[in-house]
């Protein structure tokens, strides 16, 4: 089976109703969103932290998946979908997308501030100041904030490196080191950029398809699973 790798952004997720980042005037009742999103917000402010990813949490619970997500969950029919993600929604997996790589951490899996391996998966959407884990240390989001390693990221290049067919969706690609992904790439294999204000990136011979993961997204996988796009006619 060939082996399609896409990589996803906030757009994917957009048109379930979770606003992008950098679309949006970047801000959070007034915070940029860097100043809730670093570590040193987590030391200055850790309850302001703690309700901008509550409230993003409960959003979450709200909304469902759209016709992109839909789409994705298709496309295993025919291929070997391996899904990488630098969204912290849950969307892919509830779709039901099996296999689903997140770069950039889980909205609905919290730890343990002094030990980054106990890891669990609340019940509830809220996190407050004097929530402890197991081992009664402060509990905080399972997420990768600005200036942290990405611990994921190795991963995500050893199953870039064996894809047949790249599909990117609904990213920026401004932050790194996601974004640099697409050099890993192996230089046979089409890249595929679905985004409605996608540009021509000049690291890498991409093809754009300008518009929204949802209404472009149900089209492009019937012609794949159809082999109107092989890896060879890019
Ligand atoms: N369908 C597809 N793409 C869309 C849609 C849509 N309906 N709506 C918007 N987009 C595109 C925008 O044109 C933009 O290129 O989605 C992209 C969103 O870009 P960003 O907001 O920068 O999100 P992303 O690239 O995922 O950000 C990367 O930055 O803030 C950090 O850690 C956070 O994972 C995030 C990372």
Known sequence: MR??????????????????FR?????????PVEDVATPQAWARNPRLVLDFY?????????????????????????????????????????????SVLHLH???DKVRSTRNPKLIFTPEHWEIKLGDVGEDGAQLRPHIVWFGEQVP??????????????MIVVGTSLVVYPAASLIEYVP??????????????????NIEIIRGTAAEELPEFVKKLISNEITSKNA
């Open 54 to 98: 509550n409230a993003r949490r409960k959003q979450m619970r709200e909304v469902e998946p759209n016709k992109g997500h839909a789409a994705l969950v298709e496309l295993e029919k025919c291929f070997n979908v391996q899904i990488i993600t630098q969204n912290v929604d849950n969307l892919h997996e509830r779709a039901g997308s099996s």
């Open 105 to 107: 951490g889980e909205l």
């Open 23 to 31: 679309d949006s005037d970047g801000l959070w009742e007034n915070h």
């Open 187 to 204: 230089a046979n294999a089409p890249i595929f950029l679905i985004d409605p204000k996608a540009e021509p990136q000049s690291r890498r």
């Open 152 to 165: 994921m990221f190795d991963v995500a290049i050893d199953i870039t490196q064996t894809a047949d067919i």
């Open 3 to 20: 082996k399609i790798v896409v990589f996803t952004g906030a757009g994917m997720s957009a048109e379930s109703g979770i606003k992008t």
